[in-house]
């Protein structure tokens, strides 16, 4: 299975032109499931924390399409990560630093292959899909790749107190895994208190709360109503615990 | 052929999950259409009737995964559904009453099997796309399901006399089934007049009119214009007979 | 494989139902790939100009299903176009005739097929897809089609000197194909010079500049930042050589 994780929106042609270059160099029976095109526009950060999120629940062997790129054409390095037994095709600016930094196994390699027609500003149709589709195909692609021992872009595996990602009903997804988050113990965003509940259906209509949503991570939503225009939240608003 | 019917919009992550959910379940060559993301939230009964039209123009053995499921972590069952040949799963909260209602055959069964791993808060992915996947693939989950005689949440067959569903261009689609309209009857909506016409191209630009859409309900457009702006339309709005 | 383009956006439940008729007209092994689905709307010149230049990453054999269609329902034709050994397939109104234009090998043929159950307003659904599914499943509708030589919708094959589109991160997309403009060359819109670079990587952030983009076009961008909105650009915007 190929998993496509993009900020090329939906809206616009990029998404079409990637899958076309995966089906041109891959295999055609191999399913490209669109997890997500709309990782915060230029901001590698939240978008790592999410990836290391959502890639939990895929199963070993899935090919994660990662494209994040706001240096495409400048010197940041193309990689090939295999952490945990999933792979992750990308730009190397930290976009895969989380699952990297948390990986109980890893290795990384840059891609040294570059084909004969590369845009200057589309590395995920021209450079990543042709990777990520030979991966898939079982094919891997040795003589395009060098092992590399590390990232150049490192992040810590720690997790972040931020909202990382706000949904379409408004809900904010934070960077903190709910684990490490005792269930009774209420957080704040600004001077505002967020008590903990396991379930939107136990919440009265209209009231904020946080729950471990279904990636395993504290999402501050409230019931029937959205969070973020209620809470005023963006990515980058700060989670505390509240005193 | 599954057939994905959800309030989870587009934009965000939930339909991705779902669908390799599908795949890790199910056969990987059952095409999977998206056919809408965005039914009205927290609104099964424009969702029912919107759904009891859309599902006409699909070919029995057809499997619809209808989520939307305000209440999910409460009480409410899970279904499944076999109406006129096709199979619907998904919460029972009305969303597939209006199918059932019209229904000429029909038989429905609680979901009585839970996943180890079920989140409070995503039973499309970790309960009904399971189940859903196993049954387009040809295999029927018996042993998961307990045959009832009716839905919890029961609806009329009648058509609804509401705007059910604003698309992009502003069109306004209806409950009503243009069959039991006659054709040239003027609605209104509020003290606005509604002329009907046959197709966009006989009515001058600009001017508002009612006609027959493609799934038969009565759709509310202005010719290369947005009716839901001009008009003031948004779902619920009611629509009459002119007088 | 099947390359859908179309102005049917993608909140609703118009490309889901298309892609049904695929299937079921067609071969369920054949790739369906969203090329765009926001093709400016009743605008068939900017989309003829957007799709000549998209589908140069084709490859030979595929099979454009291509609906913009705001005179569906009135006398315009359905064709089918082979063009340098791709086929299109769509409405004779503007939206193939940029690619005509340019072809080195052109065939046309009016589809004079109706289906039994054809809607007046969802031709893309009733007539277009079920000739494309059988182009693309290798079986050539013969029967369904009349050659003719021309369409009856022509355009130049020259470049247009506007905003065709606007991306989701404000970049706009012009129809002048940048091997038709000195790398060098300042561009302007309004009292705007807008100087060329090669990569959004090195110009500084929130500086304007035109670069040749990955499918060939004068595209016009601010680095990490939207240009429609800092320039004030929109499809239709003139673009002209800075003086």
């Known amino acids: 299975m190929i998993v ?4 090329f929106g939906i809206d616009d042609p990029y998404v079409g032109q990637m899958k076309a270059a995966l089906l041109q160099h891959g295999r055609q029976d191999v399913p490209i499931v669109d997890l997500l095109h709309r990782v915060p526009d230029f901001d590698p950060r939240a978008g790592a924390h999410l ?3 959502l890639q939990t629940r895929f199963d070993p062997g899935s090919v994660f399409l990662a494209v994040v ?10 990689v090939v990560l295999e952490a945990d037994g999933k792979f992750y095709v990308g730009p190397d600016n930290g976009l895969l630093a989380v699952v990297a930094a948390r990986a109980q196994t890893f290795r990384s390699w840059r891609i040294n292959w570059r084909p ?18 030979r991966i898939a195909a079982g094919e891997w692609p040795a003589a395009a790749l060098a092992e590399c021992g590390s990232l150049d872009h490192a992040m810590s595996a720690d997790d972040l107190a931020e909202v990382i990602y706000i949904d379409h009903y408004g809900n904010a997804l934070t960077g903190m895994r709910a684990v490490n988050v005792p269930q009774d113990t209420p957080l704040a965003v600004g001077a505002v208190r967020i008590p903990p509940a396991r ?9 904020a709360f946080w729950y ?3 990636v395993g991570l504290v999402e501050i939503a409230v019931n029937r109503g ?18």
Request: aromatic fraction near 6%; hydrophobic fraction near 45%.
């Open 4 to 7: 496509l994780y993009t900020d």
């Open 51 to 53: 990836l290391a999120a």
């Open 69 to 78: 790129d706001p240096g495409v054409g400048g010197d940041r390095q193309a």
């Open 116 to 133: 004969v027609e590369l845009s200057v500003s589309f590395h995920g149709r021209d450079l990543f899909a042709p990777i990520a589709a």
């Open 199 to 207: 379930v939107f259906a136990e919440v009265p209509t209209g009231q």
């Open 212 to 214: 471990e949503n279904s």
């Open 226 to 243: 959205n969070a973020a225009s209620v809470l005023g939240l963006a990515v980058g608003s700060l989670v505390k615990r509240a005193t």
